[in-house]
């Protein structure tokens, strides 16, 4: 399988769908079997995504130690990697947010020898960051770049007229918001924005943390981060995942999986050039680039897309909010 897009002005040719290491927080998802986790990047490679999506915060160092340990069995010129810079850490374990100079380029080097590259293809400011003037960001970020230690840079979670403000500065080619099919907002100003900017968009966790898979009936509980998130909750929770079960005849009239219909789907928003899955299991993997290469009718892609909304909609109370 030889899917690849261009990834916005970047001129990077990558797969659609990237190999996403979030999973590797255990804060967040708990531990997680790293030959498993490997197992599944070589499984992912071997069906045609060449991208790889990772960050410091990421179990504080160890997804970028994991994906190293992948990157170094494969050629290198092969993989796209992104990973993303934020957070100061402290001997007890806190955090807090740090783009400073000095301190970006510490955590740069570390990156570098964690993935075990001398280039990282995207570097990405993983959050914004309000004490930090822009500009000296992006001096900073210029200065790595022609020391070739990242290739291009860009930035995850920040708001339309954020990234507008960080562009004034310097060439932010990349952007990485959350998106799904559940949470479209950006919809309505920031893919606009990037679309007319040529701005390579990778969104993350475009199956809404897995409840769009369809693998849920809406009576399971969680360990996990996802047992106090409200869509994970009560009537919410079933009334989503009997909409994407809803889903299931117009799927295998693709030949596709739930989650493949809706990923699919996802993809084939115009200004989206990448969606980056989280996966655990070679076979997980497997089924996401089983969805490249498909386009749904326009009718049916905007059928999933109502599914999706109506049921939201039905379990609105009477003050308009959603339970």
Known sequence: MNNRVTFGATGLQVSPVAFGTWQLSPRFWGPQPEEALIDAMCTAFD?????????????????????????????????VVATKVFNHFTADGGRYPDLSRAYVMERCEMSLRRLQVETIDIYLLHFFDHLTPLGEITETLDRLQQQGKIK?????????????????FGVYDVIQPPYSLLDFGIENDLLPYCQAE??????????????LTGKYAGTETFTDFRQHHPDFQGERFRAIAAAVQSLRPLAEQYGLSLYQLILAATLMHPAIQVAVVGSKTAAQIREAAGALGTTLERADYFAVRAALTLEQQRVRDATGRVK
């Open 198 to 211: 040529n701005v390579g968009v990778m969104i993350y966790s475009p199956m809404h943390k897995g409840l």
């Open 47 to 79: 069906h045609g995504i060449n991208f790889f999506d990772t960050a410091e915060a990421y179990g504080d160092g160890l997804a970028e130690t994991v994906l190293g340990k992948f990157i170094a069995r494969v050629p290198r010129d092969q993989v």
């Open 152 to 168: 291009h840079y860009g930035v995850s979670n920040f708001t339309t007229e954020q990234f507008r403000g960080a562009r004034s």
